[in-house]
């Protein structure tokens, strides 16, 4: 199956400062990509999707001046987090589809915890 | 407003025990994916069925999609330790894909 890396793969922040995640697919392009925020013992919660090269689109009720996303190439898409406050604190995870067949392929996250 | 519904949410059973998992919904989805995810990691893709009525086994793990391809269930027999985690069932609608809430299992030694 395809591969997609998260850099860092955890992260601790202090309150007020910025962090930046790195999602990569490593053997295919994606000009789509997608992020998740888990809460412990819940599902996946749609964050944003990633367009490459476009704006990213943001799911309701999340803050797009707050979630930063770029998506500068094929197979890199970055979320920052700006003025992380401790209820930023998640496990952040990136995925990115494939075209055929249309499949998503999940990094291995990313826990943010910001004190 | 497409939903994906997941039952059971929490699944706690013996080793050697049989269940089943449904994802349940309205809409038509082009093909369904189900998904494994443990504690601290990203979820892995299990299984991809596309076709209805397409039956698929991995294992111990059997993945039907229902004709109309709007439902799917996992069958898990004889269950292990192992096995324990969160299924996730996500249907996919052009280049939407539609997450279920999880079942979380717990299979107890």
Same mark, same amino acid.
């Given at each position: ?18 962090? *930046?995640?790195?999602? =990569? ?11 998740? $925020? ?39 898409? /970055? ?24 499949? &998503?392929?999940?990094?291995? +996250?990313? =826990? @943010?915890?910001?004190? | 407003?497409?939903?994906?519904? &997941? #039952? ?16 349940? #919904? ?24 596309? /076709? +209805? ?6 294992? $111990?793990? /059997? ?5 109309? $391809?709007?439902?799917?269930? @996992?069958?898990?027999? %004889? ?11 996500? +249907?996919? *609608? +052009? ?5 279920? %809430?999880?079942? $979380?299992?717990?299979? *107890?030694?």
């Amino acid at each position: 199956g395809a591969v997609v890396s998260q850099h860092p793969s955890w992260v601790i922040c202090k309150s007020g400062t910025s962090v *930046k995640i790195e999602c =990569r697919s490593l053997d295919f392009q994606a000009t789509t990509m997608f992020w998740y $925020r888990q809460f412990p013992k819940q599902s996946l919660m749609l964050m944003a999707t990633s367009n490459e090269g476009s704006k990213a689109t943001y799911e309701q009720g999340v803050e797009k001046d707050k979630f930063l996303i770029n998506h500068a190439s094929l197979t890199l898409s /970055t979320l920052t987090v700006t003025s992380a406050h401790p209820e930023d604190s998640s496990f952040y995870i990136c995925s990115a589809p494939t075209s055929e067949p249309y499949e &998503q392929y999940f990094g291995p +996250g990313t =826990r @943010l915890t910001v004190t | 407003t497409q939903l994906l519904e &997941q #039952s059971p949410q929490f699944l706690s059973i013996q080793e050697g025990e049989n269940l089943t998992v449904y994802c349940n #919904s309205s809409s038509v989805f082009s093909s369904l994916q189900w998904y494994r995810q443990e504690p601290g990691e990203g979820p892995v893709l299990l299984v991809t069925v596309v /076709t +209805g009525g397409e039956v698929k086994k991995l294992k $111990r793990l /059997t993945f039907q999609f229902g004709d109309a $391809r709007k439902d799917s269930s @996992l069958h898990i027999t %004889a269950a292990q330790p192992g096995d324990t985690g969160l299924y996730l069932c996500a +249907g996919v *609608k +052009g280049f939407k894909t539609i997450f279920g %809430a999880g079942t $979380r299992l717990f299979v *107890k030694a």
